[in-house]
């Protein structure tokens, strides 16, 4: 925007993105004024199951953007979503105005946590389930912790609860699967301290200012969720 002569300060054109700015005032671009950056802020969403993490789809399946329309309220700033969760996968999705913030959750050195419950249909003992808190490697992919528990059975039918900390691309359907499990139904109820609880599908909620700052200094102090 710079080299396209777009920024100035006053009447002034900017030139060079080594100027130092003491403060914002009287810098425009495209003549509107700059405006500092936004307070942070995060909301928790309850994402139906038959939407995708994204803005639009060329194929034209709905995202979730077409659910948080109704859900937020107005004058919400533009949301990121913080990770994914595949078309299928339902439950808590946040949400954030801020980017930086969204990759910190994101990245595996944090060790924000995500739990997830699956339901999932075959043989399996809570022995094996238990051999994951070592890792697994499945067709070269390395997998890290996960603490996972059995929750419910009913035949060959279970609920299992899984945390992890890494979140890496289907890894809770790719780690049941290799274990001789079909999962059909599954449900994120928990990122870092925040958990879904009784949040309605398809309903979203603003995490108290409060709770937001309190886990920014946890994240600050290397303690994890």
């Known amino acids: 925007m710079i080299a396209e002569g777009r920024v100035k300060q006053g009447e002034d054109t900017i030139t060079t993105p080594a100027t130092v700015l003491p403060d914002l005032r009287g810098v425009t671009v495209d003549g509107k004024p700059v405006k500092a950056p936004e307070a942070t802020r995060l909301f928790a969403f309850h994402k139906p199951a038959g939407l995708l993490t994204a803005e639009r789809d060329p194929a034209g399946r709905p995202t979730i953007y077409a659910a948080l329309r109704n ?4 004058a919400t700033p533009r949301l990121m979503p913080v990770g994914r ?3 299928n996968t339902e439950g808590l999705l946040l949400l954030t105005n801020d980017g930086e913030f969204k990759r910190l959750l994101e990245l595996p050195a944090t060790k924000v946590t995500r739990t997830y419950r ?3 249909f075959g043989d399996v003992t809570q022995a094996q389930l238990e051999d994951l808190i070592e890792g697994i490697e499945i067709d070269g992919m390395r997998y890290g912790r996960i603490d996972a528990n059995m929750d419910r059975r009913t035949g ?3 609920w299992i609860e899984m945390t992890l900390t890494e979140g890496k691309n289907r890894e809770v359907r790719r780690v049941l699967e290799h274990l001789g499990l079909q999962v059909s ?18 309903a979203a909620v603003e995490i108290a200012p409060k709770d937001l700052e309190r886990f920014r200094k946890e994240l600050a102090g290397g303690r994890r969720a």
């Open 118 to 120: 699956a339901r999932a």
């Open 185 to 202: 139904r599954l449900i994120r109820i928990g990122y870092g301290p925040f958990a879904l609880d009784e949040l309605p599908k398809g």
């Open 156 to 158: 060959r039918n279970q």
């Open 85 to 87: 969760l595949d078309l």
């Open 71 to 74: 859900a937020l309220p107005p």
